[in-house]
Each structure stands twice: as C-alpha cells, then as structure tokens.
C-alpha cells in the first residue's frame, strides 16, 4: 500500500511539475533566449558558427535552436516544449540520484522542492544555458556515482559523455570536477590510484566523445581563433563593464530569489544533522556540489544575473530533501513507539502535505508573467517594426528575436580582418568586443545596405551617448536618421522600444 501511495504521489508531482512549467509557455522571449534563437537562425541560413555569425557560448544552444529551425520559421513553441520536456528528464535525474544517495522519501522531498519552486518553474521553458546546467549536473552525477558503486566504467563513459554535452552549454561545468573528484573518495568501490586512474580516464573518455569531434571541426574550418575569441577573450574583455556587481549587488540578487522559496534554502542547513548517520558521506558530497557550483556561479565570474542561482538549486533540494526525510523517519519512528501503525503512517502523508504549503509559501512574490509581455504582444511589436522598416536589413539593439519575427538580415560587422553577424550587437560593440575602429569600418559599409530603420532600449542609447568606443556609430545614427519616437506594447521594458527611421531624401 505504501509503494503505491509512494508512485502515485511521484506521478502527481511530475503531472503538476509540467502544468506549472506549461503555465507559462506563451509569454515572451527572455532576451538571452533571442540571442540563441537567432544564432540557431543563421546557422540554418548557412552562416559558419564563430566566423561568420558570433556566439560568446559554446554551441550547443545554438545548434539546439538550429534543428527546431526545422519546424518551422518561428519555433517558439516546439522549442519551449522541448525545454519543458528536458526539464522534467532534470527532475527525473535529481529524484534518482537522491534516491540513491538518501532514499526515497528524501528523493520524494527533493523532488517537490524543485517541482515548486516558482522561479525555475518560469526558467524552465527558456532555451537558456542557465536552465540546462543544473539538469545537465544532475545526469552527470547521478550516472558517475552508479558507475562507481557498481564498478561499471560503462555508466562512468556516461556520465562523461554527459559532461561533454554541458561543457558544450555552459564554460561553468568546469566547477563540476571538484564535486566529482570528491564523489569518487566518497563513494568508489574500490579505492586505490589504480582504479583511480582507470576511472578518471573512462570519465575523460566519455567527455571527449563530445569535444574530440568539436575541435576537429573546429580545426577543420580553421575557426579556433574566432571560437576562442568569442568565448573566451570576449569575456574577459566583458568584466570590467561589472565592477558595479560588488558583494553587496550580489547578496541583493540572491536574496531576490531565495525569498520566493525559502525553504529550498534553509533547509539545506538540517542536513548537517545527518553527518553522525551512515548517510554522511552522501551529505558531503552535497555540500561540496553545492559549495562548488554556488561559488562558480555566483561569485567567481565577472558578473551576477539572478538565473545564476537556477545553478545550486540542485544541490540544494538534494540537502534539503535529506533534511526533510531525516526528519520524517524520527517522526515516524516516535509515532510507531507511542500510537498504532496507521497513525504513525499518516505523519508520511501529513509532512508531505505540509512540504506542499511551504513551498508555496513565496510564490507571490516570482515574477510569473517574466518578461512581462506575451508572445501575442511580441508579436505585434514586431509586425510594427516591418511595416515601418521595408529594407532587408535591421539595426536592432533590443530582444534579438525581432530579427527572427521580422525576417530582417543583421547586418555585417567588421571585426579585424573578416566579416561577422553580431545578435546582440550592442553588447559586442559597447563593450570591448569591437575596437573603436571595428567600428568606423562597419558603419562605413552599411552606406549600402537597405537599414531603413532601428530599434533600441533606452538603457543602450545612454550606453552609446556615453560610450568613446561607440562615436562612429553614434555619428552614423545621427547623420541618417530621424529622431527616435517610442513604441509601445504594455508597460514592461521588454515590450517597448525606441524606433529611428530613415531620413527621407531631400
């Protein structure tokens, strides 16, 4: 009777982890979102990833939009429902993994504190780098930890492979080693510098599966330098634009989003309850992934976005479930010695109904509706745009997605010796990625092009008015458009821009 009230309850919670995640499907694009949208819209139009087309990721969401690109020409929907159903597989991952190393009503708990958190509740259905990375760490654990235990280097192979693919999503799986390293001590089964060695090197095995094809490609198109200046010199060109992210900027965004879901965030701290049981070593390795991934994302890099803290919320459900079941096997354990049988199996039933009210708790304070706009909305904004932008290309410095929802060209951008297309090009140009005469020499060939008009978020016009590296392009704005009028959708910033037209000729 208890394992079929067990599944059931599993069931339902996957049942209702899709709801909230579809709830949200049909609202707008979050900006990052555009960005991979268009990177997979001209890979499809025969633009070489890096050289002709720039992406400051490793390629994997780009790659991923391309191929819902054969779906249709705006995708939204078949690729947010791919997102939904990833995220389920990352819950799926999780539950597993908790299982393994706590047990089941842990894995139940865990389980309902991400199925609820609200704020990765709206995350989810974003194609995102961020979204991916903690579902991607989940499968890579969980199948590295199997392996180990078992002593099957085929489920090691796995889990590398598995490594492989989110290095492809996201530079941050790196931090994902020392958790991993730690696993091994942990939990090996037979632990010697032998087996150390020959399990490291079917971990690597799997990661090079993914990455050995990439750099032969790489290679072969003679792109690396144009890969490593996107992904990596960018970056370091991008942080000193954040020296406002101090500990204290830091500390506000983590709030933020701890106070939609509390729990999932103190909780955590119950679990070094259970360092004295024969749980402790699954508990460390909790910290240490928690520990590792949460210092990588939030404080090691240049800058801090809210969607860094999707990152730990693995780790953290993970303790926190360990917490909960902790103590739902004390309480079960004080009823059995004091009432009857039945009674002592309502507290599994009662704790997790009041699992279920503490974690919504703080869901009035998410931002469901993020971006604030619908795609209905989106959609209008953009039809805007083409009625007043007839030529073929478009200078758009907000949401690059009106590039795919307009079907305007970007237009080219110099960048030392070759041709580029910059999605977001304002964050290319303003902040180090161009110099000041990348610049003059891309305006310069835009005379031209067909860019009838240009639209623009008021934060990137006051980036550009006071921006020295951004002169020439300031000078060409002003030298052939009209002044900007604002258009609007709603009163989210996400659904209103500045629109320069083309001078007429006199």
């Known amino acids: 009777m208890q394992n079929h009230w067990f599944k059931t309850t599993v069931l339902f919670i996957f049942v209702l982890a899709a709801v909230l995640r579809l709830a949200t499907v049909g609202y707008g694009t979050n900006v990052d979102e555009g960005v991979y949208w268009v990177e997979g819209k001209q890979m499809v139009d025969g633009y070489l990833i890096y050289q002709d087309t720039q992406v400051n990721k490793p390629p994997l969401v780009a790659l991923v939009s391309a191929f819902f690109f054969l779906f249709g020409e705006t995708p939204i929907y078949p690729m947010r429902l791919g997102m939904v159903a990833f995220s389920l597989l990352g819950l799926y991952w999780l539950f597993q993994l908790t299982r393994l190393l706590l047990g089941r009503n842990a894995a139940l708990a865990a389980l309902i504190f991400i199925a609820l958190e609200p704020y990765s509740c709206v995350w989810a ?187 730990p919320m693995f780790p953290c459900a993970l303790l926190a479930g360990g917490f909960w079941g902790w103590l739902g096997r004390v309480l079960v354990q004080a009823a059995r010695r004091t009432r009857p049988q039945p009674l002592a199996n309502a507290w599994i039933l009662f704790g997790t109904f009041i699992l279920f009210c503490a974690m919504v708790l703080g869901w009035y304070k998410n931002d469901w509706t993020y971006p604030g706009l619908t795609l209905t909305q989106e959609r209008q904004l953009a039809r805007y745009i083409q009625r007043a932008c007839p030529g073929e290309y478009l200078l758009n410095l907000t949401n690059p997605a009106f590039y795919v929802w307009t079907d305007k060209k970007i237009p080219p951008a110099v960048r030392g010796d070759h041709i580029t297309r910059i999605p977001y090009f304002m964050t290319f140009a303003g902040r180090g990625y161009m110099t000041m005469e990348d610049l003059q020499h891309t305006v310069e060939g835009w005379q031209d092009l067909s860019i009838d008009c240009v639209v623009a978020y008021d934060k990137y016009l006051v980036q550009m008015q006071n921006d020295p590296v951004l002169a020439p392009l300031k000078a060409w704005l002003l030298a052939n458009y009209q002044p900007p009028r604002r258009i609007a959708v709603g009163e989210s910033y996400y659904g209103w821009f500045w629109l320069f037209e083309k001078k007429k000729a006199n």
């Open 125 to 311: 259905k974003f194609l995102h780098t961020s979204t991916w990375a903690p579902f991607f760490e989940a499968g890579v654990f969980l199948y590295w930890i199997r392996g180990l235990r078992r002593r099957n280097r085929a489920l090691l192979v796995l889990s590398g492979l598995l490594l492989g693919i989110y290095a492809l999503n996201k530079q941050s799986a790196i931090f994902v080693l020392l958790p991993g390293l730690a696993a091994w001590f942990l939990f090996a089964h037979c632990r010697s510098w032998r087996e150390f060695l020959w399990d490291m090197l079917a971990w690597a095995a799997g990661f090079f599966l993914v990455f050995g094809p990439l750099f032969l490609f790489l290679f072969w198109k003679g792109i690396w330098g144009d890969f490593w200046f996107d992904i990596w010199t960018a970056h370091h060109l991008l942080a000193p634009w954040f020296k406002d992210h101090t500990l204290a900027f830091r500390w506000h965004e983590m709030q933020v989003v701890m106070q939609v879901a509390p729990v999932l965030w103190i909780f955590p701290v119950g679990s070094l309850l259970l360092l004295r049981s024969p749980r402790w070593r699954a508990v460390c390795f909790g910290w240490i992934w928690l520990g590792g991934v949460f210092w990588g994302n939030t404080l090691f890099i240049s800058h801090l976005w809210k969607h860094y803290l999707l990152v």
